[in-house]
């Protein structure tokens, strides 16, 4: 099987779940799925103004600011400042969640899995790199910033432009910006590792 090139310039923006924002499906699983019965999912949202964030039973969330000053998210009355870019965030998303932005609009980068079967993980790497999924495991990779270069297939992505390997396929990556990397795995819940990984405040 070959990559699966999935281009920014593709996407169609939608309404969130709960109306409050604009979300770009980059990727799904099963595909077709909705929000309701995916196994997992990624995409990229536009948030304008503060207010709360969509609940999903049985879903956990690795959520990565890529663009804007940030936000304060308040996880089941825990406030995480999150204002840093690129640093990777997860928790429960049938937590009650409050988003406050910090000074203007921003652009998250989300990846959600149902935690009865799914365990997602998300790098950032910013030099040049080689993935290579295990068996059963799938992996997604997006320029967060500047472009990269899909070296076996000698394709180039642009800004916010994404792959999706073939199970148990790899590749290598020539990076000139940043990169995340997303493992979607059998079994369950996000990477202990990366559970409310930025700082309280």
């Not at 909705?34 to 304008?48: P, Q």
């Not at 980068?109 to 080689?130: E, K, P």
């Not at 799938?138 to 992505?157: C, F, H, K, M, T």
Request: hydrophobic residues 45%.
């Amino acid at each position: 099987m070959t990559p699966q090139i999935l281009r920014a310039k593709d996407r169609t923006p939608a309404p969130w779940k709960n109306g409050g924002g604009v979300t770009s499906q980059v990727a799904v699983d099963p595909p077709g799925a909705g929000t309701d019965d995916f196994v997992w999912r990624v995409s990229l949202a536009d948030v304008a103004s503060s207010g709360p964030f969509s609940a999903f039973p049985g879903v956990d969330r690795i959520i990565t600011v890529v663009g804007g000053p940030g936000m304060s998210l308040t996880v089941d009355g825990v406030p995480h400042v999150i204002d840093a870019p690129y640093e990777p965030f997860a928790f429960p998303g049938d937590a009650v969640t409050e988003c406050r932005l910090l000074d203007g609009p921003i652009v998250d980068f989300n990846v959600m899995v149902r935690r009865a079967g799914m365990t997602a993980r998300v790098r950032v790497v910013r030099s040049d790199t080689s993935v290579r999924a295990a068996a059963g495991t799938r992996v997604l990779a997006i320029v967060l910033d500047g472009s990269a270069e899909l070296q076996r297939a000698s394709v180039r992505l642009g800004r916010l432009d994404a792959v999706l390997l073939p199970e148990g396929d790899g590749d290598s990556f020539g990076v000139e910006g940043v990169l995340a990397i997303v493992d979607l795995v059998p079994g369950t819940g996000v990477g202990e590792e990366q559970l409310h990984r930025a700082p309280a405040g």
